[in-house]
Nanobody, 124 residues
């Protein structure tokens, strides 16, 4: 599965961006999907994700601001980011796995497929 993340850019504090994660030529139905981010000098961290059964979860730091969704064909997963803050600045990655169990949704080591990352920069 090849994943393509896009939609990053430069935005001011309080602004919004929508990231997309598309799988080349195939459906992501039945896959667990995760969005992760890595700020400069920091560890990669979980942002939000879908379980294989369609449940979702997000990190406390983005609750109420970021929303994960998917299109009806389940070929693309989105991360709508609102009320962006400078601390949201990072490279954002999407990841997928066909066999990931729900309890591992936040664990980057549990994902087999990764996109290339898209830079999000929030200016103050």
């Amino acid at each position: 599965v090849q994943l393509q993340a896009s939609g990053g850019g430069l935005v001011q504090t309080g602004g919004s961006l929508r990231l997309s994660c598309a799988a080349s030529g195939r459906s992501l139905n039945g896959y667990a999907i995760g969005w992760f981010r890595q700020a400069a000098g920091k560890e990669r961290e979980f942002v939000a994700g879908f379980t294989r059964s369609g449940g979702s979860g997000s990190a406390d730091s983005v609750k109420g601001r970021f929303t994960i969704s998917r299109d009806t064909a389940k070929t693309t997963v989105y991360l709508q980011m609102n009320d962006l803050k400078p601390e949201d600045t990072a490279v954002y990655y999407c990841a997928a796995d066909r066999y990931l169990i729900t309890s591992s949704i936040r664990a980057q080591s549990a994902y087999h497929y990764w996109g290339q990352g898209t830079q999000v920069t929030v200016s103050s």
